[in-house]
DNA sequence: CTGAAAGCGCTAACAG
DNA sequence: CTGTTAGCGCTTTCAG
């Protein structure tokens, strides 16, 4: 290929790499005999060539068979790849086998390692607390290694934030209604909403909560029996957006108005709670943006000193989008 | 490596490859060997070295910001790792860039194609269609092709096979709601709705339709004019899951009884169907067993003789999942 | 059934 | 700034 330009292999890899090293004049007849056979460098031989293997890893907990994975993996996908392929660089899902041994999922993850020899890896959550898989990524030809939440900051709990939020708009009748995905997600959540709740409760704190991760339907009926004493929640927390929808609708049935007569809260973001009348607040992880986030600095890693990046590290935390779901508590019941 | 087990490389290799070709002692030495030293082969290696890459290319239309994307993208993800990685592949996914040109699509494929080398791509649905695109394909070193529908058959349209049903049970008002989703697809199903009402249709034939791709409260609200009036639908079709509850729901709160007064089918499977009261049917494109199988078509297609798989295609057609939703129109109104 | 030789396409490390 | 020399870890092809 190369002597198409005139030019040696180097100068070609010179040009692909970006090197500064290379006069205008050759990197032009490079460029001009790449556009014009075509030409692609194969990922294989960079690799095998110790030029990086320009792939990243994404190692997810790969649900069993009927429950759903923990994340937002469509909203990771088209992200990721987005931001990845921008750079050059491709993306590689790996799901860790359901219900087996840290050890041995450890075991299969660093047989992926040796087999793609990403540039690096990210682990998500849950899987980003498992000090096994963590260890096997420390080890090996410095791979860099990330994970969505910041290693140092003790993570936020989505539940307990939204309840304290709530509590501090005094509301003291507040609701909770745990939804469909991973199970040990909605009862952590529901964990720190219980928490808050015992924290700054006094006895006129009243706990209105649905554990059994309901469906639609039951989310509607569940939230006419809530809404229709006169002793009623003023706050309601739903774990996914449409519970906050289907609340919305209950609400509107009753003449309740959001928020005058009820605050609205989900802790998952959706494009439809923007369209909603009222719009609905959501307090969330921001897990798309944390994890494009995680993968450029995986990408800016390579090259720069150490693997596990020293790179500015902003705060994960949670997204708070304040809409006009969200007010201070009635007077009066 | 290798000499740790006393054999040459070559036999390694043979192990690994299953070749049959070896002794069983020496396949004995070498799998201990490989066990001990937790020896796992490079994949850039196997692959420039012209054993295949065992790599899968997924293909999909990258939505341009904002819109959502026309596939079950985690249903997919999640189903086609788990396939692949059972037999020692890895599946990765592409977008194309949003709103370019098919030819500008098809260099990009043809780069990634070039990059990557996978044994096999999948080209998945809207870009099945894009001649272009299964141009690139056809060409370069014998990479096999698979999309998710025969290519043989046309298309089946859901909405018009969900009317059909629906008519063919006597049903004469027969309504359908939109979903998000691809608004292109929405579009089409659509226009299959109307196609099988204005085919079999008399004059008594009347449509109820909700093309604006309603959110949940909005179908809500649809639902209850709809099923309030005493001339109201007697089935109805929804693009998405969620809104056949929803309309459950509404159906319950009017004394509507499903299906003795209405029947339900809706044009997205999910696992909440099956759980309400009653289970609501469904009729869908079976994408992710579509997806699995063209993978493994894929797979068993890597040294067989043609790239395009002539293995046995089963009809991919349409889904339809029968549950309690269905009845005979009512005889009066 | 097993070994030896050659090379896949690139990039690091070193000269010029 | 550019070219040369190796060699990455495997598999193919060809001999034993």
């Given at each position: 290929m190369a002597k198409a330009a005139a030019v040696s292999r180097q100068t070609v890899s010179r040009v692909i790499n970006y090197s500064p090293r290379v006069s205008a004049e050759a990197k032009e007849r490079v460029e001009q005999a790449i556009a014009q056979l075509g030409y692609v460098p194969s990922l294989a031989a960079r690799s095998m060539a110790g030029g990086g293997s320009r792939i990243l890893l994404a190692v997810f907990a790969g649900p069993a068979p009927g429950e759903n994975p923990a994340l937002?993996?469509?909203?990771?996908?088209?992200s990721g790849t987005a931001a990845c392929g921008a750079r050059g660089y491709r993306l590689l899902f790996e799901p860790t086998a359901p219900d087996i041994a840290p050890a041995e999922a450890a075991a299969q993850l660093a047989a992926t390692l040796g087999a793609v020899q990403p540039d690096g890896a990210i682990l998500l959550p849950p899987l980003d607390g498992v000090a096994e898989l963590r260890a096997v990524l420390e080890m090996p030809r410095r791979i860099a290694r990330e994970t969505l939440r910041s290693d140092v900051e003790a993570p936020v709990n989505p539940g307990e934030a939204a309840a304290e939020t709530l509590l501090g708009l005094g509301h003291r009748q507040v609701g909770f209604i745990t939804g469909p995905g991973d199970p040990d997600r909605s009862r952590h959540w529901l964990g720190g909403y219980r928490r808050a709740l015992a924290q700054k409760g006094s006895r006129a704190h009243r706990y209105f909560v649905a554990d059994n991760r309901p469906d639609l339907t039951a989310v509607l009926d569940l939230a006419h029996s809530w809404l229709m004493p006169t002793i009623r929640p003023t706050a309601i927390i739903t774990e996914c957006a449409d519970a906050a929808l289907a609340v919305l609708y209950i609400a509107g049935t009753l003449k309740l108005r959001v928020p005058r007569d009820l605050s609205l809260i989900t802790l998952e973001d959706h494009?439809?709670?923007?369209?909603?009348?009222p719009p609905?607040?959501?307090?969330h992880?921001?897990?798309a943006t944390q994890f494009v986030a995680a993968c450029e600095r995986l990408i800016a890693a390579r090259g720069a000193g150490t693997a596990h990046s020293a790179a500015p590290r902003t705060p994960p935390g949670l997204a708070l989008i304040e809409r006009s779901s969200l007010a201070r508590a009635p007077r009066t019941i």
């Amino acid at each position: 290929m190369a002597k198409a330009a005139a030019v040696s292999r180097q100068t070609v890899s010179r040009v692909i790499n970006y090197s500064p090293r290379v006069s205008a004049e050759a990197k032009e007849r490079v460029e001009q005999a790449i556009a014009q056979l075509g030409y692609v460098p194969s990922l294989a031989a960079r690799s095998m060539a110790g030029g990086g293997s320009r792939i990243l890893l994404a190692v997810f907990a790969g649900p069993a068979p009927g429950e759903n994975p923990a994340l937002p993996l469509d909203q990771l996908l088209l992200s990721g790849t987005a931001a990845c392929g921008a750079r050059g660089y491709r993306l590689l899902f790996e799901p860790t086998a359901p219900d087996i041994a840290p050890a041995e999922a450890a075991a299969q993850l660093a047989a992926t390692l040796g087999a793609v020899q990403p540039d690096g890896a990210i682990l998500l959550p849950p899987l980003d607390g498992v000090a096994e898989l963590r260890a096997v990524l420390e080890m090996p030809r410095r791979i860099a290694r990330e994970t969505l939440r910041s290693d140092v900051e003790a993570p936020v709990n989505p539940g307990e934030a939204a309840a304290e939020t709530l509590l501090g708009l005094g509301h003291r009748q507040v609701g909770f209604i745990t939804g469909p995905g991973d199970p040990d997600r909605s009862r952590h959540w529901l964990g720190g909403y219980r928490r808050a709740l015992a924290q700054k409760g006094s006895r006129a704190h009243r706990y209105f909560v649905a554990d059994n991760r309901p469906d639609l339907t039951a989310v509607l009926d569940l939230a006419h029996s809530w809404l229709m004493p006169t002793i009623r929640p003023t706050a309601i927390i739903t774990e996914c957006a449409d519970a906050a929808l289907a609340v919305l609708y209950i609400a509107g049935t009753l003449k309740l108005r959001v928020p005058r007569d009820l605050s609205l809260i989900t802790l998952e973001d959706h494009p439809a709670l923007i369209r909603s009348q009222p719009p609905i607040a959501a307090l969330h992880e921001p897990t798309a943006t944390q994890f494009v986030a995680a993968c450029e600095r995986l990408i800016a890693a390579r090259g720069a000193g150490t693997a596990h990046s020293a790179a500015p590290r902003t705060p994960p935390g949670l997204a708070l989008i304040e809409r006009s779901s969200l007010a201070r508590a009635p007077r009066t019941i």
